[in-house]
């Protein structure tokens, strides 16, 4: 297929490649455009997650696309949240298990620390998080709250099927 698009494009007069060139841009641009938008809307720098690991099962499953916001300034014991650790990468999506609260000598507001814990895990995230940290920071490393999903595998069975009824 894409082959045959290549050859499309090389046997085309120079201004429909022009054509292709400033499509293929706008499709790029309304794509980061509606990411950004997403983003703000959520008020999450990361508003679509896929998850990585089993951690989460039965509720989230490898592949699944979570979508999060950043909206509800308290988190809840029983809320799913998107974590990063200091000096990795990779968002950690787990259940918050506990929370504590302190003041905050600068602001004196209030400060939300929680602990999390994945569904199929046997202990909770301590391990996971910075060395010498043990609760995380809600306002610092939270991403988002999970607040829907989407399960690949549901689709991927769907199109299995599809495929089978086509006689594939």
Known sequence: ???????????????????????????????????????????????????????????????DLLILSNRKQIVDVGDVVVYNVKGRDIPIVHRVIKQHWTKEDKSGEDKQWLLTKGDNN?????????????????????????????????CFVNIVDLFRMWGW
């Open 1 to 63: 297929m894409a082959l045959q698009v290549l050859k499309y494009v090389e046997s085309s007069p120079p201004c429909c490649v022009k054509l292709i060139n400033i499509s293929f841009g706008l499709i790029v641009c309304t794509a980061f455009s509606a990411w950004k938008a997403l983003a703000l809307y959520t008020d999450s720098s990361s508003p679509i997650v896929v998850v990585l690991s089993g951690s989460m099962e039965p509720v989230f499953h490898r592949g």
């Open 122 to 154: 046997p202990s909770d995230d301590i391990e996971l998080y910075a060395r010498g940290q043990m609760l995380l920071d809600r306002k610092e490393e939270i991403i988002g709250l999970v607040e829907g999903y989407v399960s690949l595998l549901f």
